[in-house]
């Protein structure tokens, strides 16, 4: 279970990044980082929606209340 | 009233005769009295309940079958609403309809026969108890997130739910994990297995769960019209889905659950967006940064070619400034050039050697010098002491 932003956290920062580009008052130096930076975000948001192998586990509780995970096909 | 016997000849009474209305009323009057209220045990036919809130049936079993009227006073509190061949107790006034001339039980109580029949009553009484406790406000019911990153099914791990529901992830947004809680849900056990596996959720890291099954009858689905499962679904800290059977089939975990979806395909519909609105969505982001930037660069160019326009002003300035400096410097230089001194009446000194005579020392008596004016140069001596 990785910590790597969500899919709804790279859209909400995208957002931000071209509302700032957006403003006629960004220096170009930062407007050339945001640039940067939202295209990177946009990979990374892209390849959230490649095609990938749905994963299905299943939920294993011991005989001490203990929870762990196994491929749902085992 | 008069007597009437059958031995009063074979020719038609003109008179004494009974009317319609008074053998019925007398009819009734001695059903009524031989009767005292009674149970009345049968299977239910023909309902009908009639806008005026009354309802009509017939009580059957394999030999007779009797009709029966429950008066809107009664029928509104009636744990069990009859249906079709639902067996039941009844407690009934039996009665003669006077208008009809019909035998007729008026029912004042309907209490199911069997257990298993009894099924309304207690999801009347279960759905009463959630009411009571605030569990089917509409304003309980969250929303569903917009990505959910990870899902938890309770339901079989051996049925078609989680089949469709799979099939429906993987197309729509593979990208979200799928922890299943497994529980058995028809059967003795199911309703303990569901109960516990909700509570499993509250331990999971998940952002939303689907509870339910695929389709079945009505004793398959019984599991979701228990009080306890119901409750349970309510319990879970993250938004909950509902998909028990069919799109008919509405049972008390749909009516708790923070969304009811008509199937379970239709429930993994409701948690995940779909892939493909996503893209376009990223397509119209990457547009607006590269136009973003583009009229970022297009500013700056636009200011850089300002700044270049300032600096050849300053420049020509600079320029203008230069040249009346050397003017009013080439007037002064003009100024003081000698030939201009001697214009004005002075006039230059120099030995033979050329050497400048300054001081009244530099001219000894008799020293021959050369003066120079405006026009030229003159030979001089100083004269003798």
């Known amino acids: 279970m990785s910590d790597a932003p969500s899919f709804r956290e790279r859209l909400e920062r995208l957002e931000a990044i071209v509302r700032e580009l957006e403003r006629s008052d960004v220096d170009l130096d930062r407007a050339l980082a945001l640039f940067e930076q939202g295209v990177g975000e946009l990979r990374e948001a892209r390849a959230l929606l490649a095609d990938a192998e749905l994963r299905v586990r299943k939920v294993i509780e011991d005989a001490d209340g203990n929870l762990d995970l196994a491929n749902a096909d085992e | ?385």
């Open chain 2, 1 to 385: 009233m008069a007597g009437l016997t059958l031995f009063d000849g074979v020719a038609a009474p003109t008179d004494g005769a009974w009317s319609v209305l008074q053998v019925t009323q007398r009819a009734r009057q001695l059903v009524e009295a031989g009767f005292p209220r009674l149970w009345v045990r049968g299977e239910i036919g023909g309902f009908k309940s009639y806008q005026s809130g009354h309802w009509y049936f017939a009580l059957r079993d394999r030999q007779a079958q009797v009709r029966c009227v429950m008066w809107r006073s009664d029928a509104e509190q009636s744990a069990v609403r009859p249906e079709e061949g639902l067996e039941v107790f009844a407690h009934a006034e039996p009665t003669v309809w006077e208008e009809r001339g019909e035998f007729r039980l008026t029912v004042r109580q309907l209490l199911p026969a069997r257990p298993e029949g009894d099924w309304q009553l207690k999801l009347e009484r279960a759905r009463q108890a959630l009411l009571r406790d605030g569990l089917l406000d509409p304003a309980r019911k969250r929303p569903l997130p917009r990505f959910p990153r990870r899902v938890a099914l309770v339901t079989s791990p051996d049925g078609a739910a989680l089949r469709d529901i799979v099939a429906v992830l993987a197309r729509r947004w593979p990208s979200i994990e799928v922890l299943l809680v497994p529980a058995r849900v028809q059967g003795e056990t199911a309703a303990r297995e569901v109960c516990h596996a909700l509570a499993l959720v509250n331990r999971l890291p998940v952002d939303v769960v689907i509870v339910g099954r695929g389709g079945g009858s009505r004793e398959d689905l019984w599991t979701f019209n228990i009080e306890a499962v119901a409750r349970a679904v309510a319990a879970v800290r993250v938004p909950t889905v509902s998909a028990v059977g069919h799109e008919t089939d509405v049972t008390l975990t749909d009516l708790v659950a923070d969304v009811r979806a008509p199937t379970p395909s239709a429930a993994a519909e409701a948690i995940v967006p779909d892939r493909a609105e996503q893209r376009d969505r990223l397509r119209a982001v990457a547009r607006r940064l590269t136009i973003g930037l583009g009229g970022r660069v297009e500013l700056g160019a636009q200011r850089v070619e300002r700044t270049a326009d300032r600096l050849t002003a300053g420049a020509t300035a600079a320029l203008e400034r230069g040249r009346a400096r050397v003017e009013r410097l080439g007037t002064a230089l003009d100024a003081l050039s000698p030939l201009k001194v001697l214009a004005r009446g002075y006039a230059v000194a120099r030995g033979d050697d050329g050497r400048l005579l300054r001081r009244t020392a530099d001219f000894p008596s008799e020293r021959a010098f050369r003066l120079t004016v405006q026009d030229g140069d003159v030979r001089a001596r100083v004269e003798a002491k």
